[in-house]
């Protein structure tokens, strides 16, 4: 057994055993459906190998962890542009936060903030029908997870879409500063569907590959995109993946990564592997309490923090 299927198996044992696991969210009623006990972990590396445990197959609501790839065809669409409508900068506050929108008069300070996610998603809506749009980035996952199974949980959308006011509030409230261009309700259906795209950590896994490698499929070596667009990527990241918790993360986990209400987290060890942690019970900050705990774990026994050991 490889020494990485062990730490794999072993942090998975583990966690299974932990009483501590946060707690599942509710406000969006079908979330709170997830089993507070499972636990999945996957890890791609470099040779494409495989390092699965748990309920590593069993998918989940990705929410959150859709905008690093909204946000790769947003800047794919429109390159640079983006930052005019969108900062990059940790935001420090929760991730449906208002009020920071109102001092900032209506841009984002970041792609990964339910705002700032909104405006990315009402990048790649426009010229397009909410339909096509959502065609094309579940094509996008599919191609990049190499896997035509990957759908969007219907259920989930619909919860998100009966109950969503804050962001509802949000795509107003950037409308009436010219931040969204399209109509605010068709930018958040968007937006409510893409949060409900379901996947297993080993499709997560799979679908990052591209940053972990310099932007390239390293399957096919076919360039997905550029590789300081890769890099920029992780650098947002690793300052803004986790809201408020962004700092507990990079101090604890040292990668970049990308969580989600449904409890995945996303991690990206540069030129080692693609990792994705699911776990439902969440900390304060909306994170993953075990996933944070599992990376922390899995960084510190193979070396993998990218500021050293
Ligand atoms: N769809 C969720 C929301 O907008 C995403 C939040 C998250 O995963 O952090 O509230």
């Known amino acids: ?20 696991r946060g707690e599942v969210a509710t406000y969006i009623p079908e979330l709170a459906c997830a089993d507070q006990q499972a636990f999945g972990l996957a890890v791609v590396d470099t040779d494409g190998h495989i390092a699965a445990a748990g309920d590593s197959d069993t998918p989940f609501s990705i929410q959150s962890i859709s905008k690093v ?18 900062g990059r900068e940790p935001s420090g506050s929760p991730f449906n936060s208002i009020v920071q929108l109102e001092f900032e008069r209506g841009k984002p300070r970041n792609p990964f903030i339910n705002a700032g996610a909104i405006a990315v998603t009402d990048t790649i809506l426009s010229g397009h029908q ?11 996952i599919q191609f990049l997870a190499d896997d035509t199974s990957i759908t969007i949980d ?25 931040v969204i261009e399209n109509p605010a309700d068709f930018t958040l259906g968007v937006y409510f569907h893409h949060c409900a795209i379901a996947m297993s950590c080993r499709q997560l896994a799979m679908a990052a590959r591209f940053l972990a490698h310099s932007g390239r499929n390293p399957d096919t ?30 101090y604890r986990v040292g990668l970049p990564g990308k969580s989600g209400v449904g409890g995945g987290i996303l991690a990206i ?30 960084t510190q026994r193979l070396g993998w923090s990218i500021f050293g050991v």
């Open 154 to 178: 219907e259920a989930v959308a619909a919860s998100e879409q009966r109950t969503g006011f804050r962001n509802i509030a949000l795509a107003n409230y950037m409308k009436a500063f010219g």
């Open 69 to 86: 790839f909204t946000l790769t065809l947003a800047l794919g669409k429109v390159g640079d542009r983006l930052w005019q409508r969108v």
């Open 221 to 250: 070596g076919l360039s997905v995109v550029s590789p300081e667009r890769a890099r920029r990527i992780n650098a947002i990241m690793l300052m803004c993946g986790h809201y408020d918790g962004s700092g507990e993360f990079a």
């Open 1 to 20: 057994m490889r020494e990485l299927d062990r730490i794999v198996k072993e942090i998975a044992d583990e966690m299974r055993r932990r009483t501590d």
């Open 269 to 298: 060890a540069p030129a080692k592997a693609s990792i994705a942690v699911w776990s439902p019970g969440l900390d304060a900050s909306g994170n993953s309490r075990l996933g944070r705990i599992a990376l922390e774990m899995l």
């Open 130 to 140: 909410p339909r096509e749009v959502l065609g094309e980035l579940l094509r996008f």
